[in-house]
């Protein structure tokens, strides 16, 4: 029995040598001291088979169509056998893909890896910067909530304000001219098709490269690189201290890989996907939502922007950084790989994440976003039990009001405080300012039916500053135009 199993892989090697490959590829030389500053890289790949995985299970059952989206991922959050659970490993996962890949990044340009030989190492991981934030942007929309097509539209929106190119961009990330059944079905096929196709073959590349160049020893300041002699150190290095990938340096990948499987696993069992927002609503056109946490420092930038700047930033500011970004080691390859050695480089690392840190800590708080999870207006706040002002009061936060207008502490602002409104403007300016919008508010003509906007009105007219001390409903005097 057991010569026939020998015998079958026998067989097998002797056909295909990938037994062989395989073997080469575990046990190749890698040099000492490539400790766990070195594990980052293999986590991103968990991280990837991960997001494979569990993007497989839920494709399985949602469904990419406008009308549909929505309830199916619905049907998977609440219904389906451990829905709930795929879910949140797919949105936990992409959380720590995107970390783990800054932090490799990180740590391969402070200890200088990406230079010679390693410029085209670098050159194929940072074309997958890109593509797995393409995937989080894409990913977003799937959704089909507010927030989900609120991120993109308004992306859309700001991209279309671009000089010259920007129609042409906006069309093609919509696949129109508004979000809408075919921009899912673009989203969609980026998505599970194009993007991670592409992402499979730079991963191969990538790894190809890595085998190909060997790891990078870490760096010891007063040994630059030069290109004329580091292959020979290098190998020589090798043969006199290089330890076997595996097991010597690779268990320390698989330990950290798992374990951030287990906290991935813990987050989505115990914390659970985002909640799924409201269906799109298209009477807040005009809002500007929340993102995904990795994209909200990048709203915050530009919600900081003097607009007039913003039409030319929102492109060409990633687009130049981008280009800087996979050029790096094509502008210099050669020298110190010590970060002791390269305090600019520390120094540029620490400003960027001071500066990312800083801004996302302002998009949390955004106060020019509106605020989706603003719950209806308690009694105190709302002060009457019945009639049109408490109708009224219900529909502020059932229309969306609230979202943008914040009431004794309650709700957004991205609008006015509504909190004293009857004291600076006539029931009349209200209307005609709820009916017609103007700026940053939505028109509501269309939307509200007029008993609606009555109760609402009768609601706003008891915002006074003094009304919570009366006992007696407020009389206002009457407009005289
Ligand atoms: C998307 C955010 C948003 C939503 C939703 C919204 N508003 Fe506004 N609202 C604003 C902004 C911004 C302004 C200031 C507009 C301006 O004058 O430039 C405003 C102004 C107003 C004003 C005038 C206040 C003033 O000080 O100028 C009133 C009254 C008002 N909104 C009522 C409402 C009501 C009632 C609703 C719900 C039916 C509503 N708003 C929904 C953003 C919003």
Redesign the pocket.
Known sequence: MKSLLKNLIDAFEDRTGLIGQMKQAALHKVPPGAKWLYVFGSATLFAFFLQVFTGIILATTYVPSSGQAYDSLNFITNEAAFGHVVRGLHYFGASAMIILIGLHTIRVFLTGSYKYPREVNWLTGALLMPLVLGMAFTGQLLRWDQNGVWGVMVAAEQAGRTPFIGKYVAHFILAGDTVGGATLTRFYALHVFIIPGLIFLLIGLHLYLVLRNGISEPPRSGHPVNPLTYRAEYHEMLEREGRPFWPDAAWRDVVFGFAMIVVVFALAWFVGPPALGNPPNP??L???PRPDWYFLWYFALFALMPPSLESLAILSIPVVLGILFLCLPFINNKGERSPLRRPWAVAFVLATLIMIGTLWHLGVKSPWS?DFSAKPLPAEVVRVTSGPAYEGAI??HQ???????NIDGYG?H?????SY?AD??TER??KL??MN??????A?AA??KPQE?AD??AF?ETRHRNAGLMAKPVVTQQDPR
Not at 414 to 418: A, I, K, T, V, Y
């Open positions: 009477s807040l005009h809002a500007v509106p529909l502020f229309k969306g009001c609230e979202y943008c207008h957004g991205r609008g006015p405080n509504l409104v600076f403007m300016e209200m300012r709820i919008g103007r700026g940053n508010m939505p509501f939307i509200l906007l609402l009105l706003l």
